[in-house]
């Protein structure tokens, strides 16, 4: 082990990155200090800004030699506080390594850095008339690499998967300083073990992504986009299967909504009305998307008429402009305000769909014997079996943000349901993933910890 000083390590750091890419002190703004939780604030001992690949390897291999642990930070959007530092991490920021670097129109992949936003990639996939299939309220800021260290969902998991399944190549820089670059645009290649999905979904505990091949599909020409609402949780079931049934994959989002939700979804839109004239036990925000231009929604449109006389509806509202369709996401997107709004407990859990609906019901019932008055918003992309949970802290301002994770997860462990569906472990739930992982699971991750990233210098404290 180096005997380096910090001082020693900083003054090693700025000959690589120069003395504007590596801040200390008050120069380290509030965005290094946490996630979108807004949990545990804290500056970290330094602030590294690298602009490439070689600038990332170099100051891992000091820091590797200097035992430093560095903390990867992305768009900070994260929500379970994977890239919150401690004082004594130095933070590794890919904010300056930003870019489409090739389409490939043949092969249908995207080269992107890995700072790249997801809305900068989107927006260039669509200006080259393809798709990227990847879609989530943080678009703006969120960014590839973090896209990836998360294995990030979002609304199109349904059509096209999740961002594992967007992936062809990576590169990567080990704790080691060793860059291990897999940039494979085939979409075929089964030589030898696929190292790529170890990085993927591993929040910054393996390796810094810096680069990605995406893959891109053929665009949407048209989107339809539906609010419907339901009597009961088995409807919402039924219509997604019949959807499914008619337009596959065309159906690119559904995404179910209770009325607690719905109510502070519409509150919290420009005009703080509900489309519906009244008010139901359910609700989904549904999406059809259609590789054909010429498709004006009609055939959609019947077959909800039909489903909504058979009565697996009870009403609908059918966007007929673009401005209608993002005033109905709108109602979803609300999410975004919830650090500002709430003092929020967040849940993605995950457990069969068939199961969902009841687990809901028995949350609500429970938490509410448990601490009377709690406020709680239940939402999520059930087919994905995904469900969101967000318990408003301020509404029991005595109980502990880990009493509320405890008890949920708690009443997850007979469905066998996840505690983690699509943000990750990060820090907040680290204590609970043995609640979806067994001993042998947990002893293969920690192996393989332990292979890649010997001296423990990648995000410690966080996911296992
Ligand atoms: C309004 C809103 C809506 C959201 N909706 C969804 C949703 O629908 N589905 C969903 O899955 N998530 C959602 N999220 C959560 C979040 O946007 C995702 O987890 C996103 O993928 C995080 O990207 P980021 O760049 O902000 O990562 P950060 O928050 O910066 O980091 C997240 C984790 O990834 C690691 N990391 C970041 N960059 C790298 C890198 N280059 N190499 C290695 N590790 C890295 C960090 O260390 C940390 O552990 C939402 C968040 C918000 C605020």
């Not at 939402?379 to 301002?397: A, C, E, K, Q």
Request: glycine share 10%.
């Amino acid at each position: 082990m180096s005997s380096a000083s910090f001082d020693d390590t900083l003054a090693a750091l700025r000959e690589v990155l120069g003395d504007d890419g590596v801040r200390v002190g008050a120069a380290i703004g509030e965005r290094s200090m946490t996630d979108w939780t807004k949990h545990a604030a804290t500056r970290p001992a330094a602030l590294l800004l690298p602009r490439t690949v070689e600038q990332v390897a170099r100051a891992l291999a000091i820091c590797n030699e200097a035992r430093r642990t560095v903390v990867p930070q992305g768009g900070m959007t994260g929500l379970s506080g994977g890239a919150i530092p401690r004082a004594s991490d130095i933070a590794l920021s890919l904010d300056r390594m930003a870019g489409i670097e090739e389409i490939d129109t043949a092969s249908a992949t995207m080269t992107v850095l890995a700072g790249t936003t997801l809305q900068t990639a989107q927006e260039a996939a669509l200006e080259a008339g393809f798709e990227l299939a990847l879609d989530l309220g943080a678009r703006g800021s969120c960014q590839i690499g973090g896209n990836l260290a998360t294995n990030a969902g979002g609304n199109r998991v349904i059509q096209s998967g999740t961002a594992r399944e967007q992936i062809l190549g990576l590169e990567v820089v080990l704790a080691s300083g060793a860059i291990l670059s897999s940039m494979n645009k085939m979409v075929k290649n089964n030589t030898g073990y696929d190292l790529k999905h170890l990085f993927i979904g591993s929040e910054g505990t393996l390796g810094i992504i810096t680069r990605a091949v995406l893959r891109l599909r053929p665009r949407r020409a048209a989107r339809h986009t539906v609010l419907v609402a339901f009597d009961a949780y088995d409807k919402a079931v039924e219509l997604l299967r019949r959807l499914s049934a008619k337009f596959g994959t065309d159906v690119s989002a559904f995404e179910l909504m209770w009325p607690d939700f719905f109510r502070l979804g519409v509150s919290l839109t420009s005009s703080g009305r509900s489309p519906f004239a009244e008010a139901y036990p359910l609700y989904a925000l549904v999406e059809h998307a259609s590789f054909d231009a010429a498709d004006d929604g009609e055939s959609f449109a019947a077959v909800l008429g039909e489903l909504l006389e058979e009565g697996v509806m009870l009403d609908a509202v059918i966007a007929q402009s673009v401005g209608d369709a993002e005033a109905l996401w709108a109602i979803r997107e609300c999410t975004a305000e919830f650090p500002v709004k709430l003092d929020p407990v967040n849940f993605d859990v995950s457990l069969p769909t068939g199961a969902l609906g009841e687990f809901v019901d028995r949350c609500r019932v429970a938490l509410d014997e448990k601490w009377p008055g709690n406020v709680s918003y239940f939402f999520g992309h059930i087919g994905d079996s995904n469900l969101h949970l967000t318990v408003d802290g301020r509404s029991v301002p005595d109980v502990s943000h880990h009493a509320i994770y405890a008890f949920v997860y708690d009443m997850l462990k007979p469905y066998g349901g996840s505690v983690s569906a699509e943000h990750g472990i990060g820090l907040l739930k680290r204590e609970f993933l043995a609640v979806s992982r067994s001993p042998e699971e947990l002893a293969a991750m920690i192996a393989i910890k332990a292979a890649l990233d010997p001296n423990g210098i990648l995000n410690p404290g966080k996911v296992i």
